[in-house]
């Protein structure tokens, strides 16, 4: 089994806009929340097949890990002279990450914890990487938001719903790039070939 990729949520259309008049605070937060996905097994074998038989359901198919992103955004917007302007762009992100953990660990002999050990620092890092890249994507879309204008605010807000589009799908690729980079060294990690191994 390759847990990755397969189990990414993509922002998509999870941004929402509010164009307002009143003062906002212009900038990027975020914030993450971990949650443990368990895997059952003694042996690398048996970690390896729950895994396969009972995968994380991620948003994109079956998955050992995932970081899903939630983005809520509030501009606020000025016209003056027929020109629709952003003011300031606020963008907060939630951030859910979902890795593995062992829930046998303590009936492992000590060469299996070790495998499992580099397994789930591999999973950790790998999502972390794509926290990341949604990280970078969010503050190319303000930097470019930022610069908008339109006769009018309502156009203004359609500029600003079709820049998000392109964003997303240029993210997505970046996403799915990294995924295809990082595939073979998934499947070459110890624990998948000491799988083939044991019983």
Known sequence: MAPWPGGRALPASLLVFALTSSPASGGMTSATVERAYLVRGKT???????????????????????IRPRFDMSV????????????DIDLSIRFTLTL?????????????????KSFADYAKRHEMRHKEIYLSCARSFLAKAGKLSAAGCFALRRAID?????????????HEAFDRSELK??????IYADSRKTK
């Not at 690398?44 to 995932?66: H, K, Q």
């Not at 606020?76 to 003011?87: A, K, N």
């Not at 593995?100 to 495998?115: G, I, S």
């Not at 079709?162 to 970046?174: I, P, T």
């Open 185 to 190: 060294r998934i499947l070459r990690l110890p």
């Open 162 to 174: 079709e820049l998000k589009k392109s964003e997303d799908e240029r993210c997505r690729k970046r």
């Open 100 to 116: 593995p953990a062992a829930a046998d660990e303590r009936w492992m002999d000590r060469r299996t914890r070790a495998l499992w």
């Open 76 to 87: 606020e917007t000025r016209e003056s002279g027929g020109i629709c302007r952003p003011v």
């Open 44 to 66: 690398s074998r048996a970690l390896v097949n729950y895994m396969d038989e009972f995968p994380f359901a991620g948003d994109s198919g079956p998955t050992a890990a995932n």
